[in-house]
């Protein structure tokens, strides 16, 4: 596996790489990142991952200084993964100088749900997804459909900016006892570990519902709002949405899907099931 730390290197790696797929994460990698790299593969004839932590989609107060930064490790878990190129930038090399310019999703795109509680993220993820884009040139794209939001809003920003990118969802990849994996997940103490796959579970039971005919989206969504807090959760948000666009869906709409975001202890976690 070549790792390119500078622009100008990865340019020259891609221009004789045949099809590209890119894959982008921030490192810490977990099975999850693997098995997108895996899908990869059947995608493109090289494929191309990148491991940034990106200030611009951090919060003041957010965990950028104490994100985990693993990066011996992800290159061994790469490299045995068979990725032909890792692109590792510092920030000098992405921001040269302050970023003034910005991708701006729309309002009602960027600013429910996880934008709600996270301002300015989602702008943040779109400006230097479309600067990798741009250094990497890659046919294909894939992200992870744990992260359903932003899986939406860059989507849409190809399709408008009628990029020559295939955008691609990665199936959420989860512990045996229902967990999402993420990098997050180890922040948590033994016990919040033991309780997190409630998260899991109450979402189940929501697909469960809906499937077998119930359309009183507010009372299941105050339902597993109640039960997480009951069992010390504190939740942001639990929503049932339309697919396409996260908009309020009628009590007529298929294609839907339930998220929820909520903090066990001082960690985040982020989840959804498709309807």
């Not at 997108?36 to 991952?49: G, P």
């Amino acid at each position: 596996m070549q790792i390119h730390e500078a622009i100008a290197g990865l340019r020259a790696a891609r221009a004789g790489a045949g099809r590209v797929a890119l894959v982008p994460t921030m490192g810490n990698l977990h099975e999850g990142h693997i098995a997108l790299m895996t899908q990869a593969r059947s995608h493109a004839d090289q494929v191309i991952a990148t491991i940034f932590v990106n200030r611009l989609q951090f919060r003041p107060g957010e965990d950028f200084e104490k994100y985990p930064r693993t990066f011996a490790a992800d290159c061994e878990k790469l490299a045995a993964a068979g990725v032909e190129h890792l692109f590792a930038p510092d920030e000098a090399q992405m921001y040269p100088q302050p970023q003034t310019y910005h991708i701006e999703p729309p309002p009602e795109q960027a600013n429910i749900l996880d934008g709600e509680f996270r301002p300015g993220h989602f702008r943040g993820v779109a400006t230097v997804v479309m600067k990798l884009f741009q250094i990497a040139q890659p046919d294909v794209a894939l992200f992870g459909k744990k992260d359903c939001q932003q899986l939406m809003v860059i989507r849409n920003m190809a399709r408008e900016f009628n990029l020559p990118i295939e955008i691609v969802g990665g199936e959420t990849v989860r512990a045996a006892d229902g967990l999402a994996l993420s990098s997050r997940n180890g922040y948590l103490s033994a016990a919040e570990r033991a309780e997190a796959p409630r998260l899991f579970r109450v979402l189940t039971k929501v697909v469960e519902a809906v499937r077998a005919g119930s359309r009183d989206f507010p009372r299941l969504e105050q339902g597993v709002m109640l039960e997480l807090q009951a069992s010390g959760w504190a939740p942001d948000y639990v929503a049932l949405r339309k697919k396409l666009d996260l908009q309020l869906p009628s009590a007529h709409d298929s294609g839907l899907v339930v998220l929820a975001a909520a903090r066990l202890g001082s960690t985040r976690l982020i989840d959804n099931l498709e309807v």
